[in-house]
C-alpha cells in the first residue's frame, strides 16, 4: 500500500506522524478538546506542533473563527460553551492546517438539530470551498448532505447513491429507500452505516 507515493511499510511512526499532521484533519463525536486549554489554544494546537510562529497562527485563526462564529469565543473554555460551539471549535482545529482531507467521525451525533444543522451548512461551504470530506455517520439527514453516500455492510462497500443534480431532500428520501431495501434483504436487522 501507498501513502504518498511511498510504501507503507517503509515509513517510520515519525513521517506517519507528520504525514497525518500535514494532511488530515479530524472531527469527532465528542470534539476531543483538552477542557483546560482555551478554544483558541485548542484550534491552535495542531500548529504549535507544527512549529509555527504565533503570528501566523493568528492570521489563520481570524478569518477562520469569523466564518465559523467561534470568534468572540476564542478566550472560552469548552466547559463554557455550547456543544455545537465546541463542534465549531473541533471543526476549526482540525481545518486550521488546510489538510488534503477531512475525516468526520459522527460530527452531529452530540449535537441537537439546530446545532446539526449548522455543522452541516459549515460542512457544505467547506466542500463548495475544495475540501475533501468523508463523514461516518448514523444519521440520514446527515448523509443527505453529501456528494456520494456509501452503504457499508460486514466490511463491504454494499450500496452507493451519487447526488448528481438531486436536492437535500430527495436524498434524504434516496438514502431513505435504499436502507428500507437493504433492512429487507436482511431480516435480523442491524445497523447500517450511510
Same mark, same amino acid.
Given at each position: 500500500?501507498? @501513502?504518498?507515493?511511498?510504501?507503507? &511499510?517503509?515509513?517510520?511512526?515519525?513521517?506517519?506522524?507528520?504525514?497525518?499532521?500535514?494532511?488530515?484533519?479530524? $472531527?469527532?463525536?465528542?470534539?476531543? @478538546?483538552?477542557?483546560?486549554?482555551?478554544?483558541?489554544?485548542?484550534?491552535? @494546537? #495542531?500548529? $504549535?506542533?507544527?512549529?509555527?510562529?504565533?503570528? =501566523?497562527?493568528?492570521?489563520?485563526?481570524? #478569518?477562520?473563527?469569523? $466564518?465559523?462564529?467561534?470568534?468572540?469565543? !476564542?478566550?472560552?473554555? #469548552?466547559? =463554557?460553551? &455550547?456543544?455545537?460551539?465546541?463542534?465549531?471549535?473541533?471543526?476549526?482545529?482540525?481545518?486550521?492546517?488546510?489538510?488534503?482531507?477531512?475525516?468526520?467521525?459522527?460530527?452531529?451525533?452530540?449535537?441537537?438539530?439546530?446545532?446539526?444543522?449548522?455543522?452541516?451548512?459549515?460542512?457544505?461551504?467547506?466542500?463548495? *470551498?475544495?475540501?475533501?470530506? +468523508? %463523514?461516518?455517520?448514523? &444519521? +440520514?439527514?446527515?448523509? &443527505?448532505?453529501?456528494?456520494?453516500?456509501?452503504?457499508?455492510?460486514? *466490511?463491504?462497500?454494499?450500496?452507493?447513491?451519487? /447526488?448528481?443534480?438531486?436536492?437535500?431532500? =430527495? %436524498?434524504?428520501? /434516496?438514502?431513505?429507500?435504499? !436502507?428500507? /431495501?437493504?433492512?429487507?434483504?436482511?431480516?435480523? *436487522?442491524?445497523?447500517?452505516?450511510?
Amino acid at each position: 500500500m501507498l @501513502l504518498d507515493g511511498k510504501t507503507l &511499510s517503509k515509513i517510520s511512526d515519525k513521517e506517519l506522524a507528520a504525514f497525518r499532521r500535514q494532511n488530515l484533519g479530524f $472531527v469527532f463525536q465528542n470534539f476531543n @478538546l483538552l477542557d483546560n486549554f482555551t478554544l483558541r489554544d485548542n484550534i491552535f @494546537l #495542531p500548529l $504549535v506542533l507544527a512549529g509555527m510562529q504565533y503570528d =501566523e497562527m493568528e492570521k489563520r485563526l481570524i #478569518p477562520l473563527a469569523k $466564518v465559523l462564529g467561534i470568534h468572540d469565543l !476564542l478566550g472560552k473554555f #469548552p466547559y =463554557e460553551v &455550547s456543544g455545537g460551539q465546541k463542534q465549531r471549535a473541533a471543526i476549526a482545529r482540525a481545518i486550521i492546517t488546510e489538510p488534503k482531507l477531512l475525516l468526520a467521525d459522527e460530527p452531529t451525533g452530540a449535537l441537537d438539530s439546530k446545532s446539526t444543522d449548522s455543522l452541516l451548512d459549515v460542512f457544505g461551504k467547506l466542500n463548495e *470551498g475544495g475540501q475533501t470530506i +468523508v %463523514m461516518v455517520t448514523h &444519521s +440520514v439527514k446527515a448523509a &443527505s448532505h453529501a456528494g456520494r453516500v456509501l452503504f457499508i455492510k460486514d *466490511g463491504v462497500i454494499f450500496h452507493q447513491i451519487y /447526488r448528481g443534480e438531486a436536492t437535500n431532500k =430527495e %436524498m434524504y428520501q /434516496r438514502i431513505s429507500d435504499s !436502507l428500507t /431495501r437493504m433492512l429487507s434483504q436482511n431480516p435480523q *436487522g442491524g445497523e447500517q452505516d450511510a
